[in-house]
């Protein structure tokens, strides 16, 4: 079978043949001569929120079905670039039937992004606000140089609240290292590349995570559904770098770029230079989400060191649930390590985990073990495994790499 990446080069190699044939460049005038305004484009194809009702009075529908928000409500203190930036993502119209995972592809962005195959999705707009609200939706960005390669897994590796295991070897080398929020963006970005080569974490998507990042503790806002008011609302989603220092040195000895929807924490991408480094800094990060209260910090694509670190795999539905759960409620989350005081604002990496290790997560762990709904069906899907369950499943599949079965 051919690599996801591999197949998402192909893609574009199409998509760019089609655009010099003039198929996207139409698709573009027609949206473009379908509406009066200067609104951008992507304001243009902001209408309609996961197949719900339009998000506002104050859109109106215009020729082709698109919706023209004639007031934004979006970031006001976006630059002249970023207009700019933004009339430059053409939009795509899938001729495509749609599958179980563009099922989950609301129709606000249905004329942005287009299903590619399996899990994954492609969009040559780059644009960061894009990037948000892709990211509230619940996929998980990625690229190749050319194409935003949104993924929403079939199934998303995930660790809830009270789930964290620690290995001893981590908890016992953490007090050599310190820890810091966004005091090292770009150096992230370089021990990334310097680790895995360029991947997927290409200049363009560096440039959407850089616009992001700098939004600080604002973040970027996000209009979507808000399923317990029934109305649209403000998802805000914030972009950070984590950093793992060596006390001895000073050197930047690990991290990872990650970002929050309400209370899940998802990670990106993130580098190790030194041997042990890698494990204190997922181990310190597990902790401090812990300790902050974020409902599930998610991994994306599963992995054996992610089981041992006590993730699970939750099916889609479950977990776009419980995004749409917590994106618009728990919007207010920061996080942060200011109950960590240090001159440096590095606090060491062992006080990190004990405090992680000593806080109650009763109340996290009931609010997970709650039902999910499907966002769509409002049926009872599923429960929170149990560690009986979970223990079945993972002999289950270990069973199945040593190509036997039950």
């Known amino acids: 079978m051919t690599p996801p990446l591999e197949q998402a080069e192909q893609q574009e190699k199409i998509a760019i043949e089609s655009n010099k044939r003039g198929s996207l460049s139409s698709a573009l005038s027609s949206v473009s001569a379908s509406t009066s305004t200067t609104t951008s484009l992507f304001r243009r ?8 009702p339009p998000p506002s009075a104050q859109a109106e529908k215009q020729k082709g079905g698109i919706m023209v928000r004639t007031s934004s409500t979006y970031a006001t203190d ?4 970023e207009r700019d930036e933004e009339e430059h993502c053409v939009p795509y119209v899938s001729s495509q039937e ?4 563009d099922d989950y592809l609301p129709d606000y962005l249905k004329r942005l992004v287009l299903h590619s195959h399996g899990d994954f999705f492609q969009t040559p707009c780059f644009e960061a606000r894009l990037v948000a609200h892709l990211m509230a939706e619940g996929f998980l960005p990625i690229s190749t140089n050319y194409l935003l390669l949104p993924k929403l ?3 998303r590796c995930v660790i809830p609240t009270g789930r964290l295991h620690i290995a001893k070897s981590a908890k016992k080398r953490s007090k050599k290292y310190k820890f810091s929020i966004n005091q090292a963006f770009s150096a992230v ?3 990334c590349h310097a680790q895995h080569g360029i991947s997927w974490l290409y200049p363009k998507i560096v440039a959407a995570f850089s616009q992001l990042f700098r939004k600080g503790a604002t973040g970027t806002p996000a209009r979507v559904h808000d399923d317990s008011s029934g109305e649209d609302a403000i998802s805000v989603v914030r972009l950070y770098s984590m950093e793992v220092w060596n006390i001895s040195s000073g050197h930047l000895v690990a991290g990872e770029l990650g970002y929050t929807v309400g209370s899940i924490y998802t990670s990106l ?3 190790s230079a030194e041997d042990g480094a890698g494990s204190v800094q997922l181990a310190a990060l597990g902790s401090l989400l812990q300790h902050l209260e974020v409902t599930m910090w998610d991994l994306g694509m599963v992995m054996d060191y992610k089981e041992r670190l006590g993730a699970i795999e939750m099916p889609r539905p479950e977990f776009v649930a419980h995004v749409h759960r917590v994106r618009v409620s728990h919007s207010s989350l920061l996080l942060h390590l200011n109950d960590f005081p240090a001159t440096d604002d590095r606090p060491n990496c062992k006080d990190i985990i004990t405090a992680g290790s000593t806080t109650t997560s009763h109340t996290q762990e009931q609010s997970l073990a709650a039902k999910t709904i499907h966002p769509r ?4 899907i599923i429960d929170v495994p149990s560690e009986e369950k979970l223990g079945n499943e993972t002999r289950k599949r270990e069973k199945r790499r040593k190509g036997t079965s039950k």
């Open 45 to 52: 194809a902001r209408g309609v929120g996961s197949g719900l």
């Open 153 to 155: 897994h079939a199934r």
């Open 377 to 380: 069906t409002s049926s009872t």
């Open 98 to 101: 749609p599958d179980s995972a």
């Open 189 to 191: 970005v370089e021990g």
């Open 269 to 271: 991408t993130g580098f």
């Open 78 to 81: 976006e630059s002249e670039e």
